[in-house]
């Protein structure tokens, strides 16, 4: 990953040195589980505890070895006595290497769900401060239908809601341990050292393995982050088209500390949407690296390496940029600036239209069957669209209209508020507190 795309604490995880003290840590529990036993002399096992891990000698080995978990427990030894002779006793390297991975995305997938609280604050609060805010809606592009803008953030909300679910049980299908020799079958190491180092280090066995953890598991990991990933897009993109300058309902923060305050090299007045466009990008990476980890589920009798080098990119890349993205979107929408006055002029921009199925509804309920009702309100409809007419004053000044609803019954349609009636008991299902909603008569 690019320096330029990780947030420190997310680095850190994937960082070398944690591996090798998770590495550590699997091969010190080990010692303690075989003291446990009898094997390893419970005085051995306490001095173990204190080993440590020396990088300069870890890399001189590796220049000849070219074998990592070889290179790391003749980087450990050194620093013990005799009871070095302990270290690795009857372990495979992905008994090491596997278990500590666990232990690596455990500690990623807390970091996103983290990452997903402060998201889903973020979105709560910009849902109820536009609870009573009316936008136009839009399906295909085009202008459907009166909304709640808040209700938009709360879709978002929900699905990030999904997402901390999903996340929640992707961490319990990676929260295993596997301690089971090279093929699965406990000959060098028997269940009791397997189930006494998950213990300690607080994941769960894994039912059966074979040299390795089975791939599914990571790709689960991966899958969901690029779930994450995809709806966060989708929010992205949304933004992106609302700020486009014919629009204008959106704008990201410019300006402000930690966000874009140069649009253009070459147009000083450019205000571009870079950080949402980023996080679409970044997203389509985790997508493809998703393939990728499937790829990795597949592999030859109880184990080939086929997935240990795309592994090595495509774990920390996925988590890297998930929490990068998600904690720019949140930033994003925490500094938004919302523009309700140029909602109500996209919501004026076809002159009423956007009321049509209303008065379809209320000729339907009059009386009039559904079809003579459906081409009626298109005829005014088109004429309003094609020569920019007044699609309210059309239906007003029909006779046939105001016969059957009545002149005072025909204006009280066109109100913005009727469409927005609702969000509070959508929001209630939530647990948000939606504003009052008044009514609005264009």
């Known amino acids: 990953m690019y320096y330029r795309y990780e947030r420190e604490s997310m680095k850190a995880i994937w960082s070398e040195d944690n591996m090798f003290n ?93 990452n997903i609280d402060r998201c889903m604050g973020v979105l709560k609060l910009r849902a109820e401060e536009f609870s009573a805010t009316p936008c136009i809606g839009r399906s295909h592009g085009i202008h459907a239908e009166p909304m709640a803008f808040g209700l938009k953030l709360a879709l978002w909300w929900d699905e990030m809601r999904r997402h901390k679910q999903r996340l929640a049980l992707t961490r319990e299908m990676v929260s295993v341990g596997k301690i089971s020799g090279p093929v699965g079958s406990y000959a060098s190491i028997p269940p009791d050292i397997e189930e006494s180092v998950c213990e300690q280090i607080g994941l769960a066995p894994a039912p059966v393995s074979n040299q390795i953890l089975q791939r599914d598991r990571h790709a689960q990991f991966v899958q969901t982050l690029a779930l994450i990933g995809a709806s966060l897009e989708k929010f992205a993109t949304e933004i992106r088209s609302l700020q486009r300058t014919e629009v204008r309902e959106l704008e990201e ?32 990476l985790v997508r493809g690296h998703s393939q990728t980890a499937l790829d990795n589920v597949p592999l030859w009798h109880e184990r080939d390496i086929s997935h240990s080098s795309a592994e090595r990119m495509i774990l920390p890349d996925s988590a890297l940029a998930i929490d990068y993205i998600l904690d720019t979107f949140t930033r994003i929408v925490e500094g938004m600036l919302v523009f309700p006055e140029n909602m109500m002029r996209n919501l004026e921009l076809t002159k009423g239209i956007v009321f049509s199925e209303r008065v379809l509804l209320a000729l339907v309920e009059s009386g009039l069957d559904r079809t003579s009702s459906y081409e009626l309100v298109q005829r005014h409809a088109l004429s309003a669209w094609d020569k920019g007419e007044d699609f309210r004053e059309l239906i007003k000044t029909d006779p046939e209209v105001t016969t059957r609803l009545g002149v005072d019954a025909v204006a009280s349609l066109f109100d913005y508020g009727y469409y927005l009636r609702h969000v509070g008991r959508t929001f209630k299902r939530l647990g948000f507190t939606a504003k009052e909603t008044t009514g609005a008569t264009a």
């Open 22 to 114: 998770l590495w550590l840590k699997v091969e010190i529990a080990a010692s303690v589980a075989w003291a446990e036993l009898g094997v390893v002399p419970q005085e051995d096992a306490q001095k173990i505890r204190n080993a440590k891990f020396n990088r300069d000698l870890y890399d001189k080995w590796f220049e000849e070895t070219r074998h990592d978990v070889v290179s790391f427990t003749r980087s450990v030894t050194p620093s013990l006595g005799p009871e070095g002779r302990w270290i690795h006793h009857g372990l495979t390297s992905n008994d090491v290497k596997d278990t500590a991975l666990s232990l690596q995305l455990v500690q990623a997938v807390d970091e996103i769900d983290t």
């Open 253 to 284: 923060p410019f300006g402000k500390p930690g966000f874009v305050s140069t649009g253009s090299s070459s147009m000083p007045h450019k205000r571009n949407p870079e950080l949402s466009e980023r996080i679409c990008g970044l997203a389509r």
